[in-house]
């Protein structure tokens, strides 16, 4: 299995709550996404790296019986409960596990992408699942719009081995901005992006969870420069309602495959 920073293996508990913060963020995203790509009854859909399985349980509820939900991540702890007989989860690794020769109305990659090291031929992969004429939907960060004030060395340093961190795991810190282009270069027509960002008090949704995202990153920013102490005093800006934060830009890309 590919390694993954953010495993649920290491962390369970906060890696639960994590994922928790982060479907609450996310879903009213997905929902309009859903809404303006029209998912129905009857349709087959691909929800890869479906996590804590949000998405998945959206998903179903549209299609119905009629429909059909794969549901495939490399850790399947909390999907397996929403097998069905219209729902399949599958531990499956995007990088190395063939999709086989299936294909579906609708392919969803939530927060999925930017972790993968070879993320081109992933996204490859998966327009390739995508019936002619079905859409691919996603959403990726970019965390480089990340701003704190007040501004301390403590936060600039923790920040700075944050961005090390996530690069030195092969991520894309910056993977939201560049989605648009890489549908283009994989072939995807009709390519529509909303970027979202905020200007908000510290404690936030959004920076609870990036938090919650530090905590979880401790052990890799830690040999790059960064002190326990630093990281203590970054998180308590980012959930201090005094600071002033300017949010991580939610990138909500949406694209279909030429018919
Ligand atoms: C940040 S979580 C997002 C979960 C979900 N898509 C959501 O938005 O609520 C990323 C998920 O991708 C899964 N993942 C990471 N690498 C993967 C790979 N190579 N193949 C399949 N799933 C992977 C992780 O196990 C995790 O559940």
């Known amino acids: ?15 639960r709550a994590r994922l928790e913060l982060l479907q609450e963020k996310h879903d009213p995203l997905t929902i309009r996404q859903l809404d303006a790509i029209g998912v129905a009854d009857g349709w087959r859909c691909l929800d890869v790296g479906a996590g804590g399985g949000s998405v998945t349980r959206m998903l179903a509820e549209r299609v119905g019986p009629a429909g059909r939900v794969l549901a495939l991540d490399i850790d399947t702890n909390l999907l397996d409960r929403l097998a069905s007989d219209h729902v399949e989860v599958r531990r499956h690794d995007l990088l190395t596990d063939g999709l086989g020769p299936e294909t579906f109305d609708l392919v969803h990659a939530r927060l999925l992408l930017m972790h993968l090291p070879a993320r081109l031929q992933a996204l490859e992969r998966l327009m390739s699942a995508v019936r002619p004429g079905g859409w691919f939907a996603a959403i990726d960060p970019d965390f480089t719009t990340v701003d704190v004030v007040p501004r301390t060395p403590a ?9 090390d961190a996530l690069i030195a795991g092969g991520w894309d810190p910056r993977y939201g901005a ?33 938090s919650l995202t530090l905590e979880r990153l401790r052990p890799r920013m830690l040999p790059l420069g960064a002190s326990d102490q630093e990281i203590d005093a970054a998180r ?7 600071s002033r934060v300017r949010t991580v830009t939610t990138c909500a890309v949406r694209a279909r495959k030429p018919a």
């Open 1 to 15: 299995m590919t390694e993954y920073l953010l495993s649920q293996q290491d962390a369970a508990e906060l890696e």
């Open 155 to 163: 936060w600039e340093r923790t920040w700075s081995s944050f961005l």
């Open 178 to 210: 560049r989605l648009c282009d890489d549908l283009l270069a994989v072939g995807a027509g009709d390519v529509q992006a909303d970027y979202l960002a905020h200007r908000e008090p510290g404690g936030s949704l959004t920076s609870r969870l990036l």
């Open 236 to 242: 308590s800006l980012l959930e201090d309602s005094a």
